[in-house]
Each structure stands twice: as C-alpha cells, then as structure tokens.
C-alpha cells in the first residue's frame, strides 16, 4: 500500500519542486533577513541560517503531513477505499500508508533542505549524527501529524474544515516554537507553552545533538514525547478508520 502511494509521488516529480519552493523562501528569506539575530545577547552564537534550517525542516514537515487527511478523503469520495475494504488487506495498512509514505518524502525533503542550506553556507556543529537526529524527529513528527489529520478527515469528512483547521494551526505552532529563535528569548508565557508544542519537541530533540557537546538527555525526553505522542495519533486514526469501515 505504500509502494501504490509512492507511485503517484514518483510519476509527479514536480510534486516534490512545488513543496520544497516555500521552504526555500522561508530558509533564505528569513536567513537574510534576521541574520544579525545571531549577534544578540543569548542567542548563543553561530550563524542564523544554520539555526534557522532545522526550524524551516520542521516547519515542512508539519504542513506537508498536515494534508494527508485530504488523501484519505479523496480516497472515501472516490470509492477506492471502500473497494479496498473487501480484499484482505491490513486494516491499518490502507489507512496509514499514506502516512509512511510522507515519512519517506519528508525525509527526503529534509536532506535536500539540508544540503541547500550547507551550499548557503550554514555549517552544522554536530556532525552526522546530529543530520540524522534531525531527519528522524521530523519524520515522526510528519507521522503525527498525518495520522491525526487521517483521523480528522474521517471524522468530518469535509475539505473546508480540514483546510481551516490546518491552516489555524500551523503557523501558530511554528511560532510557538524554537522555529526561528530560542526559547529563552520569547516572553514567559510563550515559552511555557512552547513546553508543550510537539514542533518543539522536534526541534529541541535535534538542536540538542545538533551542538558541540550533544545533550542526549534532552533529547531522548524530547524525542520521547513526542514519539509517544505519534503512536496515540496513529492510535486514534485507527480507531477512527475503525468506525467508518462500520458505517459503510
């Protein structure tokens, strides 16, 4: 089921120019714009495009997953779901394969965006491991968040609401994280609830091996939570394919 979503990626290459354009706005654009932010007081040195790459990584990984629920839903419109509930295929299969096939791409999105960034001259302190930490935590953090726009989509079953809700939701977590600067220098009450912002837990499990002496207790808590947080997704989004398949 996965191979069948990875086809339609790979016969629209385009697909994959389109939603890495933004991205690159975002990295060079704000790279530009707010690189004397590196030279304040407790930002902690280094150059801002090397900082900003894992917050534009992270960024594209929530909003490329946020639509898999629109998937799932053209899937419902076009009767191939139901079509599928008739063979013996794994139940969980049909509905998150469109999940791990996100995975995949974000991965892939986030080497290219890594790699744009080292060209643009952003230099990563921690090595190989700390790209990979990178790569890994935006994968599960796509994994979330397709698996509970999977979950919205079968619960409302409406393209409007879906767009509004992730539309709502996106940049508001983005900003609520360590996306564009560090937590200790938003106000106090956006750092209490950046505590909770699964984006900052992505974000914060990476930059944590991503420095010189790597802090592996940040993020294995980190990277734990949200783990955690990815399975009740994947959780819920069954339990929610479960009550369609018996409404149909």
Not at 19 to 42: E, K, M, Y
Not at 71 to 90: C, D, H, K, Q, Y
Not at 178 to 190: G, I, R
């Amino acid at each position: 089921m996965t191979a069948r979503q990875l086809k339609v990626f790979l016969k629209q290459p385009a697909y994959l120019v389109v939603t890495l354009i933004q991205p690159v706005v975002w990295l060079f654009l704000f790279g530009a714009l707010f690189r004397r932010t590196a030279d304040l007081p407790g930002f902690g040195g280094g150059s801002y495009l090397g900082y900003l790459v894992p917050g534009v990584i992270v960024m594209t990984a929530a909003s490329a997953n946020m639509w898999a629920g629109m998937g799932t839903l053209e899937e419902i419109e076009r009767g191939t779901l139901n079509r599928f509930l008739v063979t013996p295929v794994s139940r969980s299969a049909l509905l998150n394969a469109n999940v791990v096939s996100q995975g995949l791409t974000t991965a892939l999105q986030s080497l290219i965006i890594i790699g744009l960034g080292a060209l643009g001259g952003a230099r990563y302190q921690g090595g190989a491991l700390g790209l990979l930490v990178l790569v890994l935590a935006s994968s599960v953090l796509g994994t979330l968040f397709g698996a509970f726009s999977n979950a919205l989509g079968m619960l409302v079953r409406d393209r409007e609401s879906i767009i509004g809700f992730n539309t709502f939701l996106l940049l508001p977590l983005t900003f609520l994280s360590s996306a564009f600067l560090p937590t200790a220098m938003m106000p106090h009450w956006m750092q209490r609830v950046a505590r909770f912002n699964p984006m900052n837990w992505a974000l914060e499990s990476a930059r944590a091996v991503m420095r010189p002496s790597p802090d592996w207790w940040s993020a294995g808590t980190h990277g734990g939570w949200l783990l955690a947080l990815a399975v009740v997704a994947v959780v819920l989004s069954l339990r929610t394919f479960r009550a369609y398949q018996r409404s149909v």
